[in-house]
Each structure stands twice: as structure tokens, then as C-alpha cells.
């Protein structure tokens, strides 16, 4: 069920920056971006639960992007920057409230997905 909308992917040089945006129509407990190469499954770029100060990175991110939120606007965003040619991937929002105190990493806990957005980076 599609109920977020995703914008802000492109494409970009090496070493360029991007700001992706997730539009939901509320937020959730847990809001998160993965990303997705064409025949590799979904993993997890980032994960921010509401009210929570300590966000959840995957670990090829390594300091060079930044997950925020605003809840009274039901925005979620990613700030990419140090782009490199292995991020080139399909980029999707996704939420959900989830079960646990602590927010899940697999895409497959996760009900509620926007239709992604296209981020390429070229050498």
C-alpha cells in the first residue's frame, strides 16, 4: 500500500550531494529509507524513530548522510552528501509503527512504502 511519496532523487557527479524527500500523509512510530538495487534485496540506509535522538545508519553510510524528520509536517528527509557510485540505487520511504520499543532494519517489517526515487551517481 503506497501512502508515502518520495522526491529529490537524480542524477550526480561523484562527490555531489542530494536531499531526498518523503511525504506521508502521517508519520509513524518509525520512519525509514532503504534503497534498492535491481535484483539485490532492500537494505536499510537510515531509520529514525519519532522523538528519538539516536537514528540508525547502515554501515556504508559511514557519517556522509543525515535522516530527519518533522511530525507536525509529516515529512521525512535525507540529506546525502560525499555521493559515490555504489549508492546509484533505487531510494524508497517506508513506515510503520511497529511492535518493539526500538524500530526494526528489515524491509520486510515495514507496511507502508512510497513508489521510490531514482538516485544516480556517475563517475
Known amino acids: 500500500q503506497d501512502t508515502l511519496m518520495e522526491s529529490g532523487g537524480g542524477s550526480v557527479q561523484v562527490g555531489g550531494s542530494l536531499k531526498l524527500t518523503c511525504k506521508a500523509a502521517?508519520?509513524?512510530?518509525?520512519m525509514a529509507w532503504f534503497r534498492q538495487v535491481s535484483g539485490n534485496a532492500r537494505e536499510a540506509v537510515a531509520i529514525?524513530?519519532?522523538?528519538?535522538?539516536?537514528?540508525y545508519y547502515g554501515p556504508f553510510v559511514q557519517g556522509r548522510f543525515i535522516i530527519s524528520r518533522d511530525d507536525t509536517e509529516n515529512t521525512m528527509w535525507l540529506q546525502m552528501k560525499s555521493l559515490r557510485p555504489e549508492d546509484s540505487a533505487m531510494y524508497y520511504c517506508?513506515?510503520?509503527?511497529?511492535?518493539?520499543?526500538?524500530?526494526?532494519?528489515?524491509?520486510?517489517?515495514?507496511?507502508?512504502w512510497g513508489q521510490g526515487t531514482q538516485v544516480t551517481v556517475s563517475s
Open positions: 502521517a508519520n509513524k512510530r518509525c
Open positions: 529514525l524513530k519519532r522523538r528519538d535522538n539516536g537514528p
Open positions: 517506508a513506515q510503520d509503527d511497529g511492535t518493539k520499543e526500538w524500530c526494526e532494519i528489515s524491509a520486510a517489517l515495514y507496511r507502508e
